[in-house]
């Protein structure tokens, strides 16, 4: 039976009601399941059957929303991009001096790691396989660029070395790239923190003039 009138239900439960979660859609349902199973096994190795089946979906049912799983890889790697973004860009905010925001930067990627697992380990290694990229006019700008600007107001005001903003951003991306991944595999004899804070360090190593 539907109750028109709001008046009926009592405040508590219409509260509730009127502020539940939006159920997923087929079109989230088979998201999730392409970003579990090529986070899991590649997008080469991952067949749209898969996803579909993954998803409680038939086949026909992505197709309906995407142009193929070329374009579905694409927008999750838009989607996983954007998130890593915003959690990078909430960590800079917190900060002010230069030292300090790159650091926020470094252990921002480790965060976005923790709280979305799947979304990290499907953004580095789409990228680095080369199967997806920001390559669009309308792809969001790389996380190396909020590196650089870190960079470059470190080297306006004398604290980090002269050189070229991009390419030590892209050092310390690699750098954490790698240590994220060694985590993801259990190679690494280090516990989780130590291996944070020991590659924090050594991205403020890279930014920092040399000793003389």
């Not at 142009?67 to 915003?86: E, I």
């Not at 470059?152 to 790239?177: C, N």
């Amino acid at each position: 039976m539907v109750v028109s009138d709001h008046s009926l239900i009592p405040p508590s439960i219409w509260g509730f009601l009127s502020h539940s979660p939006t159920p997923m859609t087929k079109r989230d349902d088979i998201c999730e399941a392409a970003l579990t199973l090529f986070a899991e096994n590649g997008i080469e190795a991952t067949t749209t059957r898969e996803i579909a089946e993954h998803a409680g979906a038939a086949e026909g049912t992505l197709y309906r929303h995407f142009d193929g799983k070329a374009d579905l890889a694409q927008w999750l790697y838009r989607r996983c991009l954007n998130q890593l973004r915003d959690t990078l860009t909430d960590a800079d905010e917190a900060t002010s001096t230069p030292t300090d925001r790159l650091e926020a930067l470094v252990r921002g990627v480790f965060d976005f790691y923790a709280s979305r697992p799947a979304s990290c380990t499907y953004l580095l290694s789409a990228r680095e396989s080369g199967a997806v990229g920001a390559s669009e006019s309308d792809a969001p700008p790389s996380p190396v660029h909020l590196f650089a600007s870190v960079l470059d107001e470190g080297t306006r005001q004398g604290v980090f070395r002269e050189t070229s903003s991009p390419l030590v951003a892209g050092w310390i991306l690699a750098m954490v790239q790698r240590t994220v991944l060694f985590l993801k595999t259990e190679a690494l004899s280090l516990s989780t923190q130590d291996a944070i804070d020991q590659t924090v360090d050594a991205a403020r190593r890279l930014a920092m003039p040399s000793p003389r």
